[in-house]
């Protein structure tokens, strides 16, 4: 059996642990904080409030299938906003319905949106006779949407929805990284637009999944199906070294290690991880009386 310590519990160091276990790997977690990391559910009464992520992104089918697979499936449910607002020129103007990351799939709500210009409806249009994009091999979000829908589309659509998904400007996010179905739609389709339009609209239509009972249900799921695995909670990693973690009460042994943490702390223990930029963000619930 290979032993195994990854730095860092949050849902990344989690679901690596879950699946080393599955191959009786013989791991042990150190995290320094609470086990979860940001994913952090809170129940006041018959109100639930999320103080990390609220949900994930069914563009990217992993998390769906770690769910699925830890018998999860029940708890889906489609994350529903409401009515989504974005800040513009001194004013909050509302999404469009039937906005799907950008891609308008309604068209009344669209043209009768005040969000976007005459002319921006115009040019986001044009996307359903706008040739196929040149075969490259990656680019930016913000260079596919200016291409696809134009200028107006990404600054009052696309980055509000990429900021509060990716909390980064669109244009330093790859689109292979994020979207990737974006591409295939257009390679598949030519056009966004009519690509969505194909696309059945039965059932689960919002691109965001969440769980009933809130996403530390899939954290306490992963910890419950975790065989064999050490869990040092409250301990800090303090060197890492080949085949070697130091703490700070002594050294743990391993065939292989893994961090599972931002890049600030990963670079403490490992300085040559190329630096990565980090931004902050804040969700603020909010609660009112019903009558």
Not at 251 to 274: F, G, H, M, N, Y
């Amino acid at each position: 059996m290979k032993r195994v310590v990854i730095v860092g519990g949050g849902i990344a160091g989690l679901a690596c642990a879950y699946e080393l276990s599955k191959g009786g790997a013989a791991v042990t977690i150190v995290e320094k904080d609470k086990l979860g990391g940001v994913i952090r559910t809170e129940r006041h009464g018959e109100l639930l409030i999320e103080g990390g992520p609220d949900s994930f992104i069914t563009q990217k089918p992993w998390a769906k299938e770690l769910c699925e697979e830890l018998g999860l499936a029940d708890q889906l449910i489609p994350s529903k906003s409401g009515k989504v607002y974005v800040w513009y020129r001194d004013r909050l103007h509302e999404m469009p319905a039937g906005l799907y990351l950008t891609v308008p799939t309604r068209i009344w709500p669209f043209l009768t949106s005040g969000l976007i210009s005459f002319l921006g409806k115009l040019r986001m249009g044009m996307d359903l006779l706008l040739p196929r994009g040149p075969e490259v091999e990656d680019e930016s979000i913000g260079a596919f949407i200016r291409r696809r829908l134009g200028a107006e589309a990404l600054e009052k659509l696309a980055e509000p929805i990429m900021a509060g998904i990716y909390v980064a400007s669109a244009d330093e996010l790859s689109l292979r990284s994020t979207f990737p179905r974006f591409a295939e739609m257009e390679r598949e389709h030519r056009s966004l637009i009519k690509a969505m339009r194909k696309t059945p609209r039965t059932g689960n239509v919002s691109p965001f999944l969440s769980l009933r009972d809130g996403m530390k249900t899939l954290v306490d799921r992963l910890l419950a199906r975790m065989k064999g695995v050490t869990l040092l909670e409250g301990k800090e990693a303090l060197q890492v070294g080949p085949g070697r973690v130091t703490l700070d009460e002594g050294e743990l042994q391993a065939d292989a290690v893994v961090l599972a943490v931002p890049t600030p702390a990963a670079r403490k223990l490992w300085p040559s991880i190329p630096e990565v930029r980090y931004v902050t963000t804040t969700t603020v619930s909010l609660a009112y009386p019903r009558y």
